[in-house]
């Protein structure tokens, strides 16, 4: 079946230090792929998406792009900040076969000052 | 404009209980996705609600069941509690139509411990 792995955290840096969060997906057709943000006590966060392949989804200065040719989508910025200390949750979704998103099982990031 | 909004915040319930959570969806949405969340792991799809119809449904034993209501709000409930269904409840609403791609919004979720 579809699945989504992420690389295991906790991820610990830095504060202005570069971030790179891995995702591979395994999925047949067409998906769209997605960057949740899950700060304490909180839900999920839409933080980007990219619906087809060599998208770029970008937001608050974190970039990913759907690489189809190697199943992922791995979430990068630049320069950290002690608030974006979060869970971030790679996932897919097929909108042809209705609107479940499947989950990684997240990764903990943590920003130092 | 409101988002995602869920009730309660937080549950306390014993083996054995029943149990019904409450969302209410963002402002034009009109589907909702509920979604369990154990500690440290990933969400897991629950069921789907459109058209106050039951329209997908995850790996999950018939105790979980829900419903939509005419204004697009949902419940779920979950029968015979178990120790395991102690996670947090989230549920998700988006926008069915310009060709149903819409991403789904989150609310703040539905803490729910078992004893």
């Known amino acids: 079946g579809d699945s989504v792995t992420q690389m295991e955290g906790p991820v610990t840096l830095s504060e202005e230090a570069f971030l790179t969060i891995n995702c591979t997906y395994t999925?047949?057709?067409?998906?769209?792929l997605f960057w949740y943000v899950q700060y304490p006590g909180e839900g999920l966060q839409l933080l980007l998406k990219?619906?087809?392949?060599?998208d770029k989804g970008s937001n608050k200065g974190f970039e990913a792009t759907y690489r189809k040719e190697t199943t992922s989508f791995h979430l990068e910025k630049g320069s950290v900040q002690v608030s974006d200390s979060a869970v971030y949750f790679c996932?897919?979704?097929?909108?042809?076969?209705?609107?479940?998103?499947?989950f990684g099982q997240g990764t903990e990031l943590s920003v130092k000052p | 404009d409101a988002g995602v909004t869920q009730s309660p915040t937080h549950l306390i319930k014993t083996r054995g209980q029943q149990v019904t959570l409450r969302c209410s969806p963002k402002?034009?949405?009109?589907?909702v996705s509920w979604y369990q969340q154990a500690l440290g792991q990933g969400p897991q799809f629950i069921f789907q609600?459109?058209?106050?119809?039951?329209?997908q449904r995850g790996n999950f034993p018939d105790r979980f069941s829900g419903h939509q209501f005419p204004n697009y709000s949902s419940e779920l409930n979950v029968n015979a509690l178990l120790l395991g269904d102690s996670a947090l409840y989230l549920c998700?609403?988006?926008?069915?139509?310009?060709?149903?791609?819409?991403?789904?919004?989150f609310g703040d979720g539905t803490r729910l411990s078992i004893l």
């Open positions: 998700a609403s988006s926008y069915s139509g310009t060709g149903g791609n819409q991403p789904q919004h």
């Open positions: 999925a047949t057709g067409y998906p769209s």
């Open positions: 990219a619906t087809k392949a060599d």
């Open positions: 996932a897919l979704i097929k909108y042809n076969q209705g609107g479940k998103l499947i």
């Open positions: 402002s034009g949405h009109d589907t």
């Open positions: 609600y459109y058209e106050e119809e039951e329209r």
